[in-house]
C-alpha cells in the first residue's frame, strides 16, 4: 500500500532556528497538505499543494512540493514558541483513497 | 458554532465491553472519516462514507462498526474491547468538490478511549 515516510520524527530548536520537516511518498501523489497538532490537540489543515515544483508561503512558513509530486517539505523561519506541536504531512493518490499520513515531526522549541 | 464535534471526549472501560463514540458535523460536508492516533501519534484512516455510503474500509477488525445515519452524522460503534483499542479517535469532514476527494480534513477534537 502507500507509504508515507516523514523525517525527522522529533527535532529540538532553540527558539529563533530555522526548522524543516521532509516527507517522502512511494508513489505519485495527486496532492500533499499540511497539518499541525498542538499538544492535546486535533490536527488542524494548514495548506495544500497540487502542481508539481510548487512552492507557497505562510508567514515564516514555506512549503514545498517535489517535481515529480513524491516529495514535500515544510521549512519554518524562526521559529517561536507558538510553533510547538507535531507537523503531519498527507498524500492523497487520487480518486477515493483516503488520506495517509506521515508519522509526524514533533516540533520542540527551548526557549 | 461551525464544527466537527465528537462526543465523549474521554471514555474509559474495561475490556470485552461494548462503546460508541459519536459524531456529527455541521459544515454542510459530504464525506466523513475515522481515524485512529495510537500513543507515538501516528494518525491511521479507518473509514470513509461519503452521504451515508461507505468508500474506505482499512483493514479494522470487523469489532469496529461505522454508522452513517445522515451524511452529517457518522458514529463508531466497538464490540468487545481490547488493551490495543486505546488511542485517540478522531472524526473528520471534508466536502466534495467537483467529484474530487481532494478536498482538506476538518478535524473533531477527538475522544479519547483508554481500555483497562
Known amino acids: 500500500g502507500q507509504q508515507v515516510m516523514q523525517i525527522p520524527q522529533y527535532q529540538h530548536v532553540q527558539e529563533g532556528e530555522d526548522f524543516t520537516t521532509y516527507c517522502n511518498s512511494s508513489?505519485?501523489?495527486?496532492?500533499i497538505q499540511w497539518y499541525k497538532q498542538r499538544p492535546g490537540g486535533h490536527p488542524v489543515f494548514l495548506i495544500q499543494?497540487?502542481?508539481?515544483?510548487e512552492v507557497k508561503k505562510q508567514k515564516r512558513l514555506t512549503f514545498q512540493f517535489g517535481e515529480a509530486k513524491k516529495n514535500s517539505s515544510l521549512h519554518i523561519t524562526a521559529t517561536q514558541t507558538t510553533d510547538v506541536g507535531t507537523y503531519f504531512c498527507?498524500?492523497?493518490?487520487?480518486?477515493?483513497?483516503?488520506?495517509?499520513f506521515g508519522k509526524g515531526t514533533h516540533l520542540i522549541i527551548q526557549p | 458554532d461551525t464544527a466537527v464535534s465528537q462526543t465523549p471526549k474521554y471514555l474509559v472501560t474495561q475490556m470485552g465491553n461494548d462503546k460508541s463514540i459519536k459524531c456529527e458535523q455541521n459544515?454542510?460536508?459530504?464525506?466523513m472519516y475515522w481515524y485512529k492516533q495510537d500513543s507515538k501519534k501516528f494518525l491511521k484512516i479507518m473509514f470513509s462514507?461519503?452521504?451515508?455510503?461507505?468508500?474506505i474500509n482499512e483493514t479494522v477488525p470487523n469489532r469496529f462498526s461505522p454508522k452513517s445515519p445522515d451524511k452529517a452524522h457518522l458514529n463508531l460503534h466497538i464490540n468487545s474491547l481490547e488493551l490495543g483499542d486505546s488511542a485517540v479517535y478522531f472524526c473528520?469532514?471534508?466536502?466534495?468538490?467537483?467529484?474530487?476527494?481532494?478536498?482538506?480534513?476538518?478535524f473533531g477534537n477527538g475522544t479519547r478511549l483508554t481500555v483497562t
Open positions: 473528520a469532514s471534508s466536502p466534495r468538490q467537483g467529484g474530487s476527494y481532494n478536498s482538506p480534513l476538518h
Open positions: 508513489t505519485t501523489l495527486s496532492n
Open positions: 499543494l497540487v502542481k508539481s515544483g
Open positions: 498527507a498524500g492523497r493518490r487520487g480518486g477515493a483513497d483516503g488520506l495517509t
Open positions: 459544515l454542510g460536508h459530504d464525506t
Open positions: 462514507y461519503n452521504n451515508k455510503e461507505l468508500i
